[in-house]
């Protein structure tokens, strides 16, 4: 695959000195992908391996493997993952890229917990070595359900796969959320990785951390001063992060009925919303230097401290979503009939820090809620005198800054402004960023950026161990509160539990209708 080569990139003379995006390509090496016949692979990863050979960002030396029970030969692979690119590719589809690409790809067919499918894969790669010049170097990509975890790791280091100095190149491991249960087992887990992997060798994903958007709250607060002075309990009133989605469980039921919407993304995307919402200023732009900020955040995340009012979960009944009428969840396949899995949560927390002590943070995510958007609402505290008539000012809000993850990429900034008239009225008024309208590329996807930065070996945006452990104490209560408790209803289509306006009531606020 010679379309990424970087020098005719250098060296083309059309290209602009000024323009610094000059395309980083990995050195040559395998991305093995385990868990091929499931739903990430083929939704997320091949279509973003897809996309990142039509960009020309993979090197010339690369070859993609997959792994998985099934007995297929290469060409059965390759029929599968053709399907998946072109459902779910970014880019246009060219036959030439895909050519190219499948004239690289092979399968291994083998169960985790069976030595015989790990050997043939560390054939596979020492013959792709000479034959396809990709040194020593191979990502690991654990696309599969949690529990297998433990099983492909060990196999791993017996085959003495992941060992750097045998292999005689970088071997790194890509490992799915949720990273473990609970602490414990995320810290039993950790344990294990770190016995058979090298500490920079691990890449923890939560693909919030791959969207451009959520990238962007880092170059909005670090590198402009409009909004830094402001940005603390002195001038906010409060926060909200929603993440909604109007989507159900999908065929996911196994996987979603054993982590619930508190595990699947509360602990990861809300909480790494945080954490760069919430975060100082680091000290340089390294992998380093982020994620001891975040960390730093993380840790003092504290929890309301009646649960009972401060936090709500839910399940979603039957109702209408997206003009479809569809099932409540213990109807859906393959959840049981008395399923406690909560579909929504909403949380009050706070940050004990000087920056943040007293501003209440609420998050909150849920499944068939009316649509999907995930946001961050900074709103901030009302002026502290107003040299108006009352009346004239009753439609004024809070300013506030509303950074739009997805969909429709951008922020919108909402401040009062008169009225024209010959009274002094003031209402509210939006002024709008749309990533579409001001950059004419279009964002890569989270996974395609992910890929290719663990292929790169940069761990900027994925989280290290500390800050998974950190999270997990914040969940680890609300899990333990909620143990015996059955999870509160709310209609397919609507907005979550009454109970969860009512938390934000309590201390004057609603939650913002995105
Ligand atoms: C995943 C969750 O991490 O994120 C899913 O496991 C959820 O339940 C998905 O649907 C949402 O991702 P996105 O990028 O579509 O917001």
């Known amino acids: 695959m010679n379309a990424g080569h970087a020098d005719p990139v250098i060296n083309n003379p059309l290209r602009d000195p000024a323009d610094r995006r000059l395309p980083r390509i990995p050195e040559p090496c395998a991305l093995v992908m385990f868990g091929v016949t499931g739903d990430l692979a083929q939704r997320k990863l091949i279509p973003a391996v897809y996309d ?28 599968m993952a053709r399907g998946a690119a072109q459902a779910g590719a970014r880019t246009p589809w060219r036959n030439e890229v895909w050519k190219r690409l499948a004239a690289v790809t092979r399968f291994v067919g083998g169960s985790f917990d069976d030595d015989v499918g790990f050997d043939k894969l560390t054939k596979t790669l020492e013959g792709l070595r000479d034959s396809h010049g990709i040194a020593g170097n191979a990502a690991f990509y654990l696309a599969i359900p949690p529990e297998s975890f433990p099983n492909v790791i060990r196999q791993l280091q017996r085959t003495k796969l992941a060992d750097n100095d045998v292999a005689g190149g970088w071997r790194r491991v890509v490992v799915e959320k949720p990273f473990g249960h609970d602490l414990t087992s995320a810290q039993r887990l950790n344990s294990l990785v770190d016995e058979v992997f090298g500490p920079d060798d691990v890449f923890r994903i939560d693909h919030y951390l791959g969207k451009e958007s959520v990238q962007n709250l880092l170059a909005l607060r670090f590198a402009n001063t409009l909004f830094e002075p402001v940005w603390n309990s002195h001038y906010v009133d409060s926060v909200q992060i929603t993440m909604a989605e109007d989507v159900g469980i999908g065929s996911r039921a196994g996987f979603y009925d054993s982590a619930g919407a508190t595990r699947d993304v509360l602990q990861n995307h809300l909480l790494q919303l945080l954490a760069l919402t919430a975060m100082e200023e680091p000290v340089s732009f390294s992998a380093e230097a982020i994620r001891t900020e975040k960390l730093k955040v993380l840790s003092a995340v504290s929890l309301p401290a009646d649960l009972h009012a401060g936090a709500v979960r839910g399940q979603y009944e039957p109702g209408w979503c997206l003009g479809e009428r569809v099932p409540g969840y213990s109807d859906e396949k393959g959840v049981p009939a008395h399923s406690r899995t909560e579909t929504y949560v909403a949380v009050q927390l706070g940050i004990q820090t000087r920056r943040w ?45 509303v950074i739009r993850v997805q969909p429709d990429e951008g922020m919108t900034l909402k401040f009062g402004s008169k009225v024209p008239g010959s009274q002094m009225e003031v209402r509210d008024v939006a002024m709008d960023f749309h990533y579409g309208d001001a950059f004419t590329q279009a964002s890569p996807e989270a996974y395609e950026r992910l890929v290719l930065d663990v292929l790169l070996g940069d761990a900027t945006l994925f989280p290290k161990a500390e800050e998974v452990d950190a999270s997990w104490r914040v969940v680890d209560p609300l899990e333990e509160h909620w143990r015996e408790t059955t999870p509160l209803g709310y209609r397919a289509g609507s907005w979550g539990p009454r109970q969860a306006d009512e938390l934000l009531h309590r201390s004057g606020h609603t939650w913002r209708r995105p």
């Open 52 to 79: 990142l050979a039509h960009r020309g960002l993979l090197p010339p030396g690369f070859v993609m493997v997959g792994f998985a029970r099934r007995d297929w030969d290469d060409d059965d692979f390759i029929d």
């Open 357 to 401: 002590a007293g501003v209440p943070f609420y998050l909150r995510t849920g499944k068939r809620l009316p649509h999907r958007v995930t946001e961050i609402a900074v709103s901030f505290a009302k002026a502290p005198h107003l040299p108006f008539h009352s009346t004239d000012t009753e439609q004024l809000g809070h300013n506030q800054l």
